[in-house]
T-cell receptor, first 112, second 112 residues
Framework: GNSVTQMEGPVTLSEEAFLTINCTYT??????LFWYVQYPGEGLQLLLK?????DKGSNKGFEATYRKETTSFHLEKGSVQVSDSAVYFC???????????FGPGTRLSVLP | GAGVSQSPRYKVTKRGQDVALRCDPI?????LYWYRQALGQGPEFLTY????????KSGLPNDRFSAERPEGSISTLTIQRTEQRDSAMYRC??????????FGPGTRLTVT
């Protein structure tokens, strides 16, 4: 079946540090890949997406590249801010399907 | 316009009672999804609708769970004869394209 694995948190960084949150997936065919973010007290929001191999999704300084050969979609940001503190979820939807599969989430805390 | 709304936001019920959770999607969104999220986990897919048609209910855990969207707008997730293991955050999302999902704030269900 389809599944998503993320690095376990929590991840604690100082402001302006480099961020990587690893995400790997298992799926047949070419799924679409997503990162969602949940800020404290809020619902999930789409952060970025990529729908085919080698696509790079980007938003708010975050980037992730769809790597078919390593079945990965790692999230990166060059310089994190305190306001980036949140829980980050990697997710996929299979080809021709709409039943999203989410990873367990990675909590990020950025200290000033 | 308004986002996805869910009601009630919090529900405490006794074991064995039935509960109905409501989702009001963004106006005009074709697709509506239900998820269950345990503490510290990612959302787990339950079911989704395109218009009023239930397209996939493979994630419903057993026959005590059902969902409907009779007029292609508001949806209700019903849990009959609730059990303590049903306690979780129940999230609804809607989408126009099937890719970007807009999540509601969730209903926190506690079964005592």
């Amino acid at each position: 079946g389809n599944s998503v694995t993320q690095m376990e948190g929590p991840v604690t960084l100082s402001e302006e540090a480099f961020l990587t949150i690893n995400c790997t997936y298992t799926a047949t065919g070419y799924p679409s890949l997503f990162w969602y973010v949940q800020y404290p007290g809020e619902g999930l929001q789409l952060l970025l997406k990529a729908t085919k191999a080698d696509d790079k999704g980007s938003n708010k300084g975050f980037e992730a590249t769809y790597r078919k050969e390593t079945t990965s979609f790692h999230l990166e940001k060059g310089s994190v801010q305190v306001s980036d503190s949140a829980v980050y979820f990697c997710a996929l939807t299979p080809p021709y399907g709409q039943n999203f599969v989410f990873g367990p989430g990675t909590r990020l805390s950025v200290l000033p | 316009g308004a986002g996805v709304s869910q009601s009630p936001r919090y529900k405490v019920t006794k074991r064995g009672q039935d509960v109905a959770l409501r989702c009001d999607p963004i106006s005009g969104h074709v697709s509506l999804y239900w998820y269950r999220q345990a503490l510290g986990q990612g959302p787990e897919f339950l079911t989704y609708f395109n218009y009023e048609a239930q397209q996939d209910k493979s994630g419903l855990p057993n026959d005590r769970f059902s969902a409907e969207r009779p007029e292609g707008s508001i949806s209700t997730l019903t849990i009959q004869r609730t059990e303590q293991r049903d306690s979780a955050m129940y999230r609804c999302a809607s989408s126009h394209t099937g890719y970007e999902q807009y999540f509601g704030p969730g209903t926190r269900l506690t079964v005592t």
